[in-house]
């Protein structure tokens, strides 16, 4: 069978709520010992997607496989560890108490000083959880993850409330996990981070998959280029207007503008605005990948 070996196993997956098709028949395997990063648009699919997996919920039509087992079956075996960025932590506990109770639940966990240090959140083990900051609870929320000793690691939106020193220190601390040969499937709306720490890339649109493949083939597949220029007192409004043009963002008196047909818009653009200096065209990174590739006219 295909799930044999597998990680994570779907084929045909289905969620639908009413007229709204949340997920809308994927496939999907991810191999031990892979980092995947889950990328996606609002209403994309990715959380109902994560829910079927950890099983909070369950599939109209198709199949799950964690390890083989059910969801439900592999979170009771704590094969799943799982980091949700609205996770409730109880507020009179302390940080020490809520790790121990939940390796309590499992039968081999990790110990509990391990899951804090991991976490990096020994310094404030015995403060009470309605004393965190929101970066502070998401290194517990971590902790609780990681305490079951998870053989997959599932994180959705890991970094939210992070600064930029925390978020350093939790990919650190991921690639140590990860380098004992763990599974990580991981959502998040940093795209520089799935750039940086996943080895391949699962983007999702409209409940479907759209592109899955490692960072470079991902970014390859969008054909489009940025172009940057100067170009003062034009409105951006009246920019997205050009043929091509997927999205504009303004940095005092430089544009940038990704798209579809590069040589199409800079043609255009010359021909609109002659006084256009200073113009330079890249190739596209994963964050104009993910425009591209999610863009509605796509659909």
Same mark, same amino acid.
């Given at each position: 069978?295909?799930?044999?070996?597998?990680?994570?196993?779907?084929?045909?997956?289905?969620?639908?709520?009413?007229?709204?098709?949340?997920?809308?028949?994927?496939?999907?395997?991810?191999?031990? !010992?892979?980092?995947?990063?889950?990328?996606?648009?609002?209403?994309? !699919?990715?959380?109902?997607?994560? %829910? /079927?997996?950890?099983?909070?919920?369950? #599939?109209?039509?198709?199949?799950?496989?964690?390890?083989?087992? &059910?969801?439900?079956?592999?979170?009771?075996?704590?094969?799943?560890?799982?980091?949700?960025?609205?996770?409730?932590?109880?507020?009179?506990?302390?940080?020490?108490?809520?790790?121990?109770?939940?390796?309590?639940?499992?039968?081999?966990?990790?110990?509990?000083?391990?899951?804090?240090?991991? @976490?990096?959140?020994?310094?404030? @083990?015995?403060?009470?959880?309605?004393?965190?900051?929101?970066?502070?609870?998401?290194?517990?929320?971590?902790?609780?993850?990681?305490?079951?000793?998870?053989?997959?690691?599932?994180?959705? &939106?890991?970094?939210?409330?992070?600064?930029? !020193?925390?978020?350093?220190?939790?990919?650190?601390?991921?690639? &140590?996990?990860? %380098?004992?040969?763990?599974?990580?499937?991981? @959502?998040?709306?940093?795209?520089?981070?799935?750039?940086?720490?996943?080895?391949?890339?699962?983007? /999702?649109?409209?409940?479907?998959?759209?592109?899955?493949?490692?960072?470079?083939?991902?970014?390859?597949?969008?054909?489009?280029?940025?172009?940057?220029?100067?170009?003062?007192?034009? #409105?951006?409004?009246?920019?997205?207007?050009? #043929?091509?043009?997927?999205?504009?963002?303004?940095? @005092?008196?430089?544009?940038?503008?990704?798209?579809?047909?590069? %040589?199409?818009?800079?043609?255009?653009?010359?021909?609109?605005?002659?006084?256009?200096?200073?113009?330079?065209?890249?190739?596209?990174?994963?964050?104009?990948?993910?425009?591209?590739?999610?863009?509605?006219?796509?659909?």
């Amino acid at each position: 069978m295909k799930e044999l070996g597998a990680a994570v196993y779907v084929a045909g997956l289905r969620k639908h709520y009413g007229d709204v098709k949340a997920v809308d028949g994927i496939d999907l395997m991810i191999a031990p !010992g892979e980092v995947v990063a889950l990328l996606g648009p609002n209403g994309a !699919g990715k959380s109902t997607t994560v %829910d /079927m997996l950890i099983g909070l919920s369950k #599939p109209d039509v198709g199949e799950i496989r964690v390890f083989g087992n &059910e969801p439900s079956r592999a979170v009771a075996e704590g094969s799943i560890g799982a980091m949700l960025q609205n996770g409730t932590l109880l507020d009179d506990a302390t940080v020490g108490e809520t790790v121990a109770m939940i390796a309590s639940l499992h039968r081999a966990p990790m110990t509990v000083s391990e899951a804090m240090r991991r @976490a990096g959140v020994e310094e404030f @083990a015995d403060r009470r959880c309605n004393k965190l900051s929101g970066g502070q609870k998401q290194r517990v929320r971590f902790a609780v993850a990681l305490v079951s000793n998870p053989d997959l690691l599932v994180l959705d &939106e890991p970094t939210a409330a992070m600064d930029v !020193g925390t978020r350093r220190e939790f990919w650190a601390s991921m690639r &140590e996990f990860t %380098d004992a040969g763990r599974t990580v499937l991981f @959502a998040t709306h940093y795209l520089d981070e799935a750039e940086e720490f996943a080895d391949r890339v699962v983007l /999702m649109r409209q409940g479907q998959i759209v592109a899955d493949d490692s960072v470079a083939k991902v970014r390859a597949m969008a054909s489009g280029r940025t172009i940057s220029a100067v170009l003062p007192d034009v #409105p951006v409004e009246q920019l997205t207007q050009l #043929p091509g043009v997927i999205d504009v963002a303004r940095r @005092a008196e430089r544009v940038e503008l990704v798209c579809a047909d590069s %040589d199409r818009t800079l043609r255009a653009l010359l021909n609109a605005h002659p006084h256009v200096h200073d113009i330079e065209i890249s190739a596209a990174g994963l964050e104009e990948a993910f425009l591209a590739l999610t863009a509605k006219e796509n659909s």
